[in-house]
């Protein structure tokens, strides 16, 4: 009897434990709702940019003047964009966010990056020997880039006490892939004060 009274006791602390214990909570929101936990760079100020930047570029002399000149709509690659911020950003959703606007443009033709060529091209060579003649894809036969569009993101934090103010830049240039010529520069700029409230006792 005295066993089961302890057992009995021990089961009741683990049941007041566990339920004192935290919690975690999930809530499904929009994935376009902006929601800033942290003040960081986050997927909204990757979209946000990407779009502002874009639709600035395309909206230049540049693409007009080569339509008019080739007849045809410019190519574009978007190559590498920097991270020389205080942060850790995740780059590539930024990238990705630059070609979809690009693409949904409609205003440019648009070619993979080198990384994703690599696994195209050696799909290319796969079919040289495996696939139909019918099917099979011949070599040689890409789509060269125009203009290549690279940057950096920088950043400047200032704090005092329990208050940040972070200060992000992103600066993209357009160039013309065989004479270098930059057709397009353009900077966008985000400012975000972070205050950290004292907790109520």
Not at 8 to 15: D, G
Request: hydrophobic residues 40%.
């Amino acid at each position: 009897m005295k066993n089961f009274s302890l057992l009995a006791m021990i089961i009741a602390a683990a049941f007041i434990l566990i339920s004192c214990g935290p919690s975690t909570k999930v809530t499904r929101v929009a994935s376009d709702e902006q929601i800033d936990l942290s003040g960081r760079w986050n997927d909204t100020d990757s979209q946000l940019v990407a779009r502002e930047m874009i639709s600035d570029a395309v909206n230049r002399p540049w693409a007009n003047n080569f339509i008019n000149q080739n007849k045809r709509n410019p190519v574009v690659i978007v190559g590498e964009v920097r991270n020389r911020s205080s942060e850790h950003i995740e780059v590539l959703v930024f990238t990705k966010s630059l070609e979809r606007e690009l693409i949904n443009s409609g205003k440019v033709r648009f070619v993979a990056s080198a990384d994703e060529r690599q696994g195209v091209r050696q799909e290319r060579l796969d079919q040289q020997t495996e696939a139909s003649a019918e099917t099979m894809k011949r070599l040689g036969q890409e789509t060269g880039a125009d203009f290549y569009l690279g940057g950096v993101i920088t950043s400047v934090t200032d704090a005092l006490d329990k208050q940040r103010v972070v200060f992000y830049k992103t600066n993209l240039e357009l160039i013309h892939i065989e004479t270098n010529e930059k057709v397009w520069i353009g900077d966008k700029e985000i400012k975000k004060v972070i205050e950290q409230k004292k907790n109520k006792r």
